[in-house]
T-cell receptor, first 108, second 115 residues
């Protein structure tokens, strides 16, 4: 059974700060997803990666397959980045195991 | 390109009742997955449908059942509702059924409250 752990659970940052959210998983995976969930509940897919690094705007996601670890970085954080960030690991053909999420608050 | 839409957005039911939640997939997507998200927790996988057939199931009892229609829209049915079924129910559509090769497109969810 795959266990997915995220840290920190809660994070408060000042606008402009560099932010890192970590995700560790326990078994080998085929893909790692980073998702963003706003207070209304809707979820937006940010990244899907199986190796290396991906960048989109101010967001960067990295994964280390050997260490079973992934990080999501936000550069120059902004209050609109405030949301819950969830990582989800895909170890089989269809099932994703989700972390509990990291609640980010960016203060102006 | 239309996104994933779920209905209703909110629902209140009484313990023991039955409920049907609906999901319209993003155009061109043939796979739908359903998730249950309790307050303060990450989503839990319920099941996935691929081309009208159940493709996989998480650790949920048989009173959670589903359907996928020829237009790839989907329903989640829950019988004999229990208080612990209170949660946000999310559906996500994708073009491929694998968890490793296709980004997920989520709906905004249905908030179910069981009293």
């Amino acid at each position: 059974k795959n266990e997915v752990e995220q840290s920190p659970q809660n994070l408060t940052a000042q606008e402009g700060e560099f932010i890192t959210i970590n995700c560790s998983y326990s078994v080998g995976i085929s893909a790692l997803h980073w998702l963003q969930q706003h207070p209304g509940g809707g979820i937006v897919s940010l990244f899907m990666l199986s190796s290396g690094k991906k960048k989109h705007g101010r967001l960067i996601a990295t994964i280390n397959i050997q260490e079973k670890h992934s990080s999501l970085h936000i550069t120059a954080s902004h209050p609109r980045d405030s949301a819950v960030y969830i990582c989800a690991a895909g170890a089989g053909s269809y099932q994703l195991t989700f972390g509990k999420g990291t609640k980010l608050s960016v203060i102006p | 390109e239309t996104g994933v839409t779920q209905s209703p957005t909110h629902l209140i039911k009484t313990r023991g009742q039955q409920v049907t939640l609906r999901c319209s997939s993003q155009s061109g997507h043939n796979t739908v997955s359903w998730y249950q998200q309790a307050l303060g927790q990450g989503p839990q996988f319920i099941f996935q449908y691929y081309r009208e057939e159940e493709n996989g199931r998480g650790n949920f009892p048989p009173r959670f059942s589903g359907l996928q229609f020829p237009n790839y829209s989907s329903e989640l049915n829950v019988n004999a509702l229990e208080l612990d079924d209170s949660a946000l129910y999310l559906c996500a559509s994708s073009y491929y059924r694998g968890a490793y090769n296709s980004p997920l497109h989520f709906g905004n969810g249905t908030r179910l409250t069981v009293t």
